[in-house]
C-alpha cells in the first residue's frame, strides 16, 4: 500500500501495536483517525499526536459499529484505509471449562467485530482509488498457543475469512492485507518486560516497510517461522511450541 497520503482509520488504537501503527503512520503524512472505548485514552493519544482524531468504538456492540462507521464515513470522506486492529488476548484452559465471558467477548471483539467493522465500511472503500482493507491477526492463526486456545482459533478464523475477502473483492481496488505479528512486546499477556519478545519499535518499523510493498502478508522476519506452518507435519511443530511456551506461561 501506499504509505502517504491517506485517511487511515486504526481501530484499538489507544494503546500497543495499534498506537504504535497510528502514530508511524501518522508521521508519514497520513491523516489518521483511531478508536477506542475510552474517551480519555483516545484524547490522550491525540494530544501527544497533533492532527489525529479519534472516534468512541466498542467492538462488541453492532450499533456502535455502526455509529462509529457513519461517523468516519460523513466526517472522513476521503477515508480510504481501514486497520481492523482492537483485539483482546486472555489465558484460557482448553482443558478444563471456559469461562463464557471470555469466551464470548473474546469471540466478539477479535472476530465478529472486525468482520462487521469492514461490512460496514466496504461500500464506501470500493469507491476509492488505493483502497485497503487490513487486519491484525497473529503468528497464532498459523501455530497455536495452547494456554490462550481461544484467542488463536480467533486469529485463525479471521486468517481464513481475510483469504476468503480477499478472492471475493479481487475485481474491486480494495486490497485485503493480514498483519500477522509474532510475540511482541506489548501489554497483550503481560509483554512489556518479555525478552523473547520482539521490541515493539522494531516490529513497528519493519511492519510498515513491508506495508509499503505489493505483499498481501505482512510478516516480519521472526513471525516467517510460523507462517511456514509444515500442513500434515503440524502437530509435531505445535507440540514442540507449546511445549516450550509452558515453561513460560505454565499449563
Known amino acids: 500500500m501506499k504509505l502517504t497520503g491517506n485517511t487511515i482509520f486504526i481501530t484499538g488504537g489507544t494503546s500497543g501495536i495499534g498506537r504504535a501503527l497510528a502514530e508511524a503512520l501518522h508521521q508519514r503524512g497520513n491523516k489518521v483517525i483511531i478508536s477506542g472505548r475510552r474517551r480519555g485514552l483516545l ?13 468512541e468504538l466498542d467492538m ?24 481492523n486492529n482492537a483485539g483482546i488476548m486472555q489465558p484460557d484452559s482448553a482443558a478444563g471449562r471456559i469461562d463464557d465471558v471470555l469466551l464470548v467477548s473474546t469471540v466478539e471483539t477479535n472476530l465478529i467485530g472486525p468482520i462487521r467493522m469492514t461490512s460496514a465500511l466496504l461500500g464506501h472503500l470500493k469507491t476509492k482509488n488505493n483502497a485497503v482493507v487490513a487486519y491484525t491477526t497473529s503468528v497464532l ?12 482459533s480467533t486469529k485463525a478464523a479471521l486468517h481464513s475469512y481475510i483469504m476468503s475477502q480477499r478472492f471475493m473483492l479481487r475485481d474491486t ?36 516497510a513491508v506495508l509499503g510493498t505489493d505483499t498481501d502478508e505482512v510478516l516480519v522476519d521472526a513471525a516467517m517461522l510460523f507462517r511456514g506452518n509444515p500442513g500434515p507435519g503440524e502437530h509435531e511443530l505445535v507440540n514442540g511450541f507449546n511445549a516450550q511456551m509452558v515453561e513460560v506461561f505454565g499449563g
Open 60 to 83: 462488541t456492540d453492532a450499533a456502535s459499529i455502526e455509529r462509529a462507521a457513519a461517523q468516519l464515513i460523513r466526517d472522513y470522506p476521503d477515508f480510504n484505509v481501514l486497520i
Open 173 to 208: 481496488t480494495v486490497r485485503v492485507l493480514e498483519i500477522a505479528p509474532p510475540w511482541v512486546r506489548t501489554d497483550l499477556m503481560n509483554s512489556r518486560e518479555a525478552e523473547q519478545a520482539m521490541p515493539l519499535d522494531a516490529f513497528i518499523n519493519e511492519t510498515v
Open 141 to 152: 492463526a498459523f501455530v497455536p498457543l495452547a494456554v490462550t486456545a481461544v484467542y488463536s
Open 43 to 55: 484524547d490522550e493519544v491525540v494530544a501527544a499526536n497533533p492532527g489525529m482524531a479519534a472516534i
